[in-house]
């Protein structure tokens, strides 16, 4: 266990929809990142928070939103879902910036139907 | 774009065998993760690399960094069975993005 957790589990709705995926740190981390896993596009890096504040942007899309609350935890919104967008998302974080090592969250697994 | 290639993208390899995965780059960087993910798992931080010539080691893996020749190599020293998983190396750029490589399917066999 990472400490690193994530919801929901999975995730399955419908093309056009809307979503938010949720993920709390381990307890005293202040960076979160966000990470797309597809058999088409791989291992993709989305969004980096640190301390509340956008550090990194990625491949990350329009329609993608994120943010990190004054707690800590973050949330990834997707809209006007799209088939392609069914992929494993990822949260990790770390103890400062990107140069420590991440700790991963179990995913959640989004399908758009 | 950073671009990361890995290889072999698939191995299998006999227990008590060495072997090396390579991870390619295609600009300046000092920074280089490696990871680990299990089949239907997340991934699991193994190794970060910041430095020229930084070697780290854990267990029968062993990573090292040449910031010149922009290559990691993830060393397998008398492969187990346990080893068996997917690996991959990802690179962070002067931006802080990551960019990930293909990875390496490994399968360890008795």
């Known amino acids: 266990d990472s400490g690193v957790t994530q919801t929901p589990k999975h995730l399955i709705t419908a093309t056009g929809q809307r979503v938010t995926l949720r993920c709390s740190p381990r307890?005293?981390?202040?960076?979160v990142y966000w990470y797309q896993q597809s058999l088409d596009q791989g291992l993709q890096f989305l969004i980096q928070?640190?301390?509340?504040?956008?550090?990194a942007k990625g491949n990350i899309l329009e329609r993608f939103s994120a943010q990190q609350f004054p707690d800590l935890h973050s949330e990834l919104n997707l809209s006007s879902l799209e088939l392609g967008d069914s992929a494993l998302y990822f949260c990790?974080?770390?103890?400062?910036?990107?140069?420590?090592?991440?700790?991963f969250g179990p995913g959640t697994r989004l399908t758009v139907l | 774009e950073l671009k990361v290639e890995q290889n072999p993208l698939f191995l299998s390899m006999q227990e008590g065998k060495n072997y090396t995965i390579y991870c390619n780059y295609s600009t300046t960087s000092d920074r280089l993760y490696w990871y680990r993910q299990d089949p239907g798992k997340s991934l699991e931080s193994l190794f970060v690399?910041?430095?020229?010539?930084a070697v780290k080691q854990e267990g029968r893996l062993m990573a090292s960094l040449d910031t010149k020749a922009r290559l990691s190599t993830l060393h397998i020293t008398a492969a187990v069975h346990d080893l068996s998983a997917t690996y991959f190396c990802?690179?962070?750029?002067?931006?802080?993005?990551?960019?990930f490589g293909t990875g390496t399917s490994l399968t360890v066999i008795p």
């Open positions: 690399l910041l430095s020229n010539g």
């Open positions: 307890s005293g981390d202040l960076s």
């Open positions: 990790a974080s770390s103890a400062g910036q990107a140069y420590n090592e991440q700790f």
């Open positions: 990802a690179v962070m750029d002067t931006g802080n993005q990551f960019y």
């Open positions: 928070y640190y301390n509340g504040e956008e550090r």
